[in-house]
């Protein structure tokens, strides 16, 4: 979940999924028109109109019909009596003419099945783009991860060995799993519409619930006598506690919300069978948008994440 706040955090600051609607539309335009394109009158008030104060003004989605609308202005100009085709050869990009050119010997000449094929073009390219933006949140949500596993010390191995010979350290981390699935009926994915304000105050309350239920029974940090390896052998299994701490991060907090709330379902389920010596159990149950909800990509996991 820390990760999760810290890659909204990073999302909101650099206007990400609006530089990432801009490159997906720079892909299927090119450049040029994709610049006519946000400079055109309709497209501006848009974006105005979805961060008012904001500089760079970059919408983070737009319909479908929004896109034809205005790809069609841009290529028929006013007082133009140019037929489809002979605006559709006027394009300069070769990509995107030889795009619209076939969507209109699909259209079989018909003006309203030509638009409709250029919206379901646009639907398709964004549903893709999901999934890239999905890959690089991933790749940032790792890179996150790690470099959280390194300050905080949250080595997965380390913790796995303290969990192996402290039963009264696990019958801590299982009151506190319960406690906090108890206490929260899900955990939500990164969610990439935030503002700057909202996501920093998911940061904060993450950093407390953390402090909380996981820093201090563990004792991470490397304030603790023995955190620091001294030898090389040492530091090399260091690093790869922590590269296991960034590889789950990526799996994401609904996952591991949803994989403790089963273990806590299984743990009550057996009897009442206890996690060290003796700890307590409990029975738990269980569009023609460009939405490019990060939702189904939010990797963080309850140790660092």
Same mark, same amino acid.
């Given at each position: 979940?820390?990760?999760?706040?810290?890659?909204?955090?990073?999302?909101?600051?650099?206007?990400?999924?609006?530089?990432?609607?801009?490159?997906?539309?720079?892909?299927?335009?090119?450049?040029?028109?994709?610049?006519?394109?946000?400079?055109?009158?309709?497209?501006?008030?848009?974006?105005?109109?979805?961060?008012?104060?904001?500089?760079?003004?970059?919408?983070?989605?737009?319909?479908?019909?929004?896109?034809?609308?205005?790809?069609?202005?841009?290529?028929?100009?006013?007082?133009?009596?140019?037929?489809?085709?002979?605006?559709?050869?006027?394009?300069?990009?070769?990509?995107?003419?030889?795009?619209?050119?076939?969507?209109?010997?699909?259209?079989?000449?018909?003006?309203?099945?030509? =638009?409709?094929?250029?919206?379901?073009?646009?639907? #398709?390219?964004? !549903?893709?783009?999901? *999934? $890239?933006? @999905?890959?690089?949140? +991933?790749?940032?949500?790792?890179?996150?991860?790690?470099?959280?596993?390194?300050?905080?010390?949250?080595?997965?191995?380390?913790?796995?060995?303290?969990?192996?010979?402290?039963?009264?350290?696990?019958?801590?981390?299982?009151?506190?799993?319960?406690?906090?699935?108890?206490?929260?009926?899900?955990?939500?994915?990164?969610?990439?519409?935030?503002?700057?304000?909202?996501?920093?105050?998911?940061?904060?309350?993450?950093?407390?619930?953390?402090?909380?239920?996981? =820093?201090?029974?563990?004792?991470?940090?490397?304030? #603790?006598?023995? !955190?620091?390896?001294? *030898? $090389?052998? @040492?530091?090399?299994? +260091?690093?790869?506690?922590?590269?296991?701490?960034?590889?789950?991060?990526?799996?994401?907090?609904?996952?591991?919300?949803?994989?403790?709330?089963?273990?806590?379902?299984?743990?009550?389920?057996?009897?009442?069978?206890?996690?060290?010596?003796?700890?307590?159990?409990?029975?738990?149950?269980?569009?023609?948008?460009?939405?490019?909800?990060?939702?189904?990509?939010?990797?963080?996991?309850?140790?660092?994440?």
């Amino acid at each position: 979940m820390l990760t999760s706040a810290v890659v909204e955090v990073y999302h909101a600051f650099f206007a990400s999924r609006g530089k990432h609607l801009r490159e997906t539309l720079e892909i299927m335009l090119g450049k040029d028109m994709c610049d006519k394109f946000y400079a055109h009158s309709y497209f501006r008030q848009l974006s105005s109109a979805t961060k008012p104060k904001s500089s760079k003004k970059l919408p983070i989605w737009m319909e479908k019909s929004t896109f034809s609308t205005v790809l069609a202005d841009i290529l028929n100009p006013p007082n133009s009596n140019l037929s489809i085709p002979e605006r559709i050869a006027l394009v300069e990009n070769e990509d995107l003419r030889k795009v619209l050119d076939f969507l209109w010997r699909q259209s079989n000449n018909r003006m309203d099945v030509f =638009q409709q094929k250029v919206e379901d073009w646009f639907d #398709d390219v964004m !549903a893709r783009a999901k *999934d $890239w933006f @999905g890959d690089a949140t +991933k790749y940032r949500l790792f890179v996150i991860g790690l470099v959280l596993a390194g300050i905080l010390n949250a080595d997965t191995i380390q913790i796995y060995k303290s969990l192996s010979v402290n039963a009264a350290l696990r019958d801590e981390l299982v009151k506190n799993a319960e406690t906090f699935v108890e206490s929260n009926a899900g955990v939500a994915a990164i969610d990439t519409s935030k503002s700057f304000e909202q996501a920093k105050q998911s940061l904060t309350i993450s950093k407390d619930l953390y402090v909380q239920t996981v =820093q201090s029974p563990l004792g991470l940090g490397w304030t #603790d006598q023995g !955190a620091m390896p001294t *030898d $090389w052998w @040492g530091w090399l299994i +260091k690093l790869a506690g922590w590269a296991l701490t960034g590889v789950a991060v990526t799996l994401g907090a609904p996952f591991w919300y949803d994989m403790l709330r089963k273990l806590l379902s299984l743990k009550g389920s057996a009897g009442g069978g206890s996690s060290g010596s003796g700890g307590r159990s409990r029975n738990t149950d269980d569009t023609s948008a460009f939405e490019m909800k990060a939702a189904e990509t939010d990797p963080t996991t309850p140790a660092a994440g």
